[in-house]
């Protein structure tokens, strides 16, 4: 009868460590999900935020030549002030690095005046594609990395 008895309690014990272990599954997949619903609702909210930050106005000061008119850093054209964007020199999410943590992030994100630069959109859009195009190749890497072990 004693046998039984430990038996029965230890098949309890391996369920309640199953059921452990099932909850503890389910609750980090709610906290993913939390994050990047988070992630979605933050980085816009920031970014809008960053459009009255100081040093990106006297960025968008410094570039401008004449009244409604602004001098690309990239190809040092003149235009309009819908034909522009202000944009970071250094990406807000490092291409080779991907996203490393939220103060890395508000720190890329309000940079000093140095960190921003006026582009054209032709310009700006140039240089998103090549950092689009670098991260991809960047994350490419990196899961060859790991699939051969290094």
């Known amino acids: ?18 059921e452990e272990a099932l909850k503890a599954e389910e609750d980090a997949k709610k906290e993913k999900k939390r994050q990047i619903e988070l992630r979605k609702f933050l980085i816009p909210t920031l970014r809008r935020a960053s459009y009255r930050w ?6 968008n000061k410094d570039a401008r030549v004449e ?9 040092n054209g003149h235009f309009k002030n819908k034909e522009i964007v202000i944009d970071h020199v250094d990406p807000v ?10 103060n890395e992030f508000v720190d890329r994100m309000f940079c000093e005046q140095e960190g921003f630069q006026v582009l ?17 190749k960047f994350r490419k890497d990196k899961k060859e990395k790991k699939k051969n072990g290094n």
């Open 1 to 18: 009868m004693p046998r039984k008895k430990k038996q029965s309690n230890l098949d309890e014990e391996i369920q309640k460590q199953a």
């Open 54 to 59: 100081k040093p990106r106005t006297e960025c």
């Open 67 to 75: 009244r409604g008119v602004y001098e690309c850093a990239m190809c």
């Open 93 to 102: 999410v490092d291409v080779e690095k991907g996203w490393v943590d939220w």
């Open 120 to 136: 054209c959109k032709t310009c700006h859009g140039v240089k998103t594609n090549l950092e689009e195009k670098m991260r991809v």
